[in-house]
C-alpha cells in the first residue's frame, strides 16, 4: 500500500516521496489503520461521526472530537488543542470506524479530557511546526551530553516538539528511578522552552525509533504491533529453542516479541506428550527421556548407565507404558516398541515445479567424431569397388 510517489526510477532505485512522514495518501507511515467503511453510505438522517483520529510523530495518536464540523479527510494537517496551546497533526482515520477503534480502546466520548479540532492548520502552523522538528536532532545530541555530565543512569532516546513550539518532551529509558531535577534546569537553561521528561520502556522505545528485525522485515512493534505483552523464557524451552540471549533477544535487549506468536500452538501439541521428568520401568531398566520431537511426535529414551544409546518411540507407545507403570506392570524393553518404527531413509524428492530432471546434463554426450569417420568409411567403399572391378 504505496502511493505512485514510491514507484522506482529507471536505474531500479526507489523515487520516494521525501515527505518524511507526511504523505498525502498515508500509505506509507506505520501502523496505518485501513479504512474498509469509506465507500459505504450513512443511512437517511444519519449524521456522521464528530471524532477523527490525528497522529503524530512516531505514531503516536490520539481521538479528538470536531466541533466546528469541519470538512476532514485523511492526510489533512489541523491543530489540535492540547494542555497549554495547541498542537499540529495529521488526520489518519475518519468516519464510523474512528467509534470502532475508540470503543476497541476504551476511549470515552464525554468527559473533561476531551479535546477538540480547532482548525485546519495554516501555513505559519506548519512552518512552526517544521522548524520545531528540524531543532530535535541537535538537542537530542546535547541532551545526551548533559546526562553524562551529569552522570545520570539514563538515555534519552527520542525528542518531541509540540506543535507551536512552545514544549519539548523528552522521552528517556533507564533501569531504575532516576533524579534528574538538575537535568531539567539545565534543559530549560539551555533550550529556552518547556520541559517535559516522560519515561517508556525499551520495547516502546524500539517500537518509536523503528529498525530492520533478524528475520529481514521491520519490527513488529513499529509497524503493527500495539500490545505489548511480557515475555518469559518458557516460551524458548517450549518451543525447544536454545536459550542464547544473542538470538532470542530483539534490538529493545528484551526477549522477541515473536516468541509468543507460536507458543499456543506448541502448548496444544504438547498435551498429548508426557512428561519428560516421567521414567518409563522396564524389566531392562530405567529410561529417561532425552529429546522430543514435537512435529513428528517421536520420543527418545536412554536407560540409565547406557546414555549413548537412544530408542526412539512414539509419543501413543510413551502413554501405553506410562499406563502399564501405573498399574505396576513393566514391560520388556524398549527396543520392541522401538523396532516396530520403520524408517525410511531414502530421500525421495517430487517434480513440483514441472521443470526438467536436474541431471540431464550429467550424461556423457555420445561421440559425433566416430559415427562420422564410420560414415566416411562407408561412402568411400563404394568407390574402390568400382575400381577393383576395373
Not at 10 to 39: E, H, I, R, Y
Not at 209 to 224: D, F, M, P
Not at 332 to 337: I, K, P, R
Request: aromatic residues 8%; positive net charge.
Amino acid at each position: 500500500m504505496s502511493c505512485n510517489s514510491c514507484s522506482t526510477e529507471k536505474g531500479g532505485q526507489p523515487k520516494g516521496c521525501k515527505n518524511n512522514g507526511t504523505c498525502g495518501t498515508d500509505s506509507c507511515n506505520k501502523l496505518t489503520v485501513f479504512d474498509w467503511l469509506a465507500n459505504m453510505s450513512l443511512p437517511n438522517g444519519e449524521k456522521p461521526f464528530d471524532w477523527v483520529e490525528v497522529r503524530f510523530k512516531n505514531g503516536r495518536k490520539h481521538y479528538y472530537k470536531n466541533t466546528e464540523n469541519l470538512t476532514l479527510s485523511i492526510g489533512d494537517i489541523v491543530a489540535t488543542q492540547s494542555q497549554s496551546g495547541h498542537d499540529v497533526g495529521m488526520v489518519t482515520l475518519t468516519g464510523e470506524l474512528v467509534r470502532v477503534q475508540m470503543k476497541r480502546k476504551n476511549i470515552p466520548q464525554e468527559g473533561e479530557e476531551i479535546y477538540k479540532i480547532y482548525r485546519k492548520a495554516s501555513q505559519k502552523d506548519i512552518d512552526i511546526w517544521s522548524e520545531a522538528r528540524d531543532r530535535e536532532e541537535p538537542m537530542k545530541v546535547k541532551a545526551r551530553q548533559f546526562a553524562i555530565d551529569l552522570k545520570l543512569e539514563m538515555k534519552i532516546s527520542d525528542i518531541e516538539f509540540q506543535g507551536d513550539a512552545s514544549k519539548a518532551t523528552f522521552y528517556y529509558t533507564a533501569e531504575e528511578r532516576v533524579d534528574f531535577r538538575e537535568l531539567i534546569k539545565v534543559f530549560a537553561r539551555e533550550f529556552r522552552t518547556r520541559i517535559e521528561m516522560k519515561q517508556v520502556g525499551f520495547r516502546q522505545e524500539a517500537s518509536r525509533l523503528g529498525g530492520i528485525g533478524s528475520c529481514g522485515r521491520e519490527l513488529c512493534c513499529s509497524t503493527w504491533l500495539t500490545d505489548f505483552r511480557s515475555v518469559s523464557t518458557s516460551a524458548a524451552r517450549y518451543q525447544q529453542l536454545s536459550l542464547n540471549p544473542q538470538k532470542l533477544a530483539g534490538q529493545c535487549g528484551k526477549l522477541k516479541c515473536c516468541l509468543n506468536y507460536e507458543l499456543d500452538t506448541y502448548l496444544d501439541a504438547l498435551k498429548s506428550f508426557p512428561s519428560t521428568d516421567i521414567k518409563l520401568q522396564t524389566e531392562k531398566g530405567m529410561a529417561v527421556c532425552q529429546k522430543t520431537d514435537i512435529f513428528k511426535g517421536f520420543l527418545w529414551y536412554a536407560y540409565e548407565g547406557e546414555w549413548a544409546n537412544w530408542h526412539k518411540i512414539t509419543t501413543d507407545q510413551a502413554n501405553e507404558i506410562i499406563k502399564l507403570n501405573k498399574k505396576n506392570k513393566k514391560v520388556a524393553s524398549l527396543e520392541e516398541y522401538a523396532s516396530e518404527l520403520v524408517e525410511d531413509t531414502k530421500n525421495q524428492f517430487e517434480n513440483v515445479v514441472g521443470q526438467d530432471s536436474l541431471t540431464r546434463f550429467d550424461s556423457p554426450k555420445p561421440n559425433n567424431k566416430r559415427k562420422n569417420r564410420r560414415n566416411n568409411k562407408n561412402r568411400r567403399k563404394p568407390k574402390n569397388a568400382k575400381n577393383n572391378a576395373k
